[in-house]
């Protein structure tokens, strides 16, 4: 079974791609998708730190 790492990280493009995986239209779709969202995802925890080191209520 594959990491979840791994394939966050082909997603990504930085790991190395699996050439027993299917190639075609949604496929390519669905990874884009997941890329999308695993940005989205990451942009919202920085703008949520930034906002809990910035703006701490007492």
């Known amino acids: 079974m594959k990491s979840i790492w791994q394939q966050i990280l082909r ?3 930085i790991g190395k791609k699996d050439e027993s995986a299917p190639n075609n239209t949604n496929v390519k ?3 884009g998708m997941n890329r999308i969202s695993i940005l989205v995802f990451l942009l919202a ?3 949520f730190a930034i ?8």
Do not use: A, D, N, T
Request: aromatic share 24%; proline share 0%.
């Open 11 to 13: 997603y990504l493009y």
């Open 29 to 31: 779709l669905m990874h």
């Open 45 to 47: 925890l920085i703008v």
């Open 51 to 58: 906002k809990m080191i910035f703006f701490k209520r007492h």
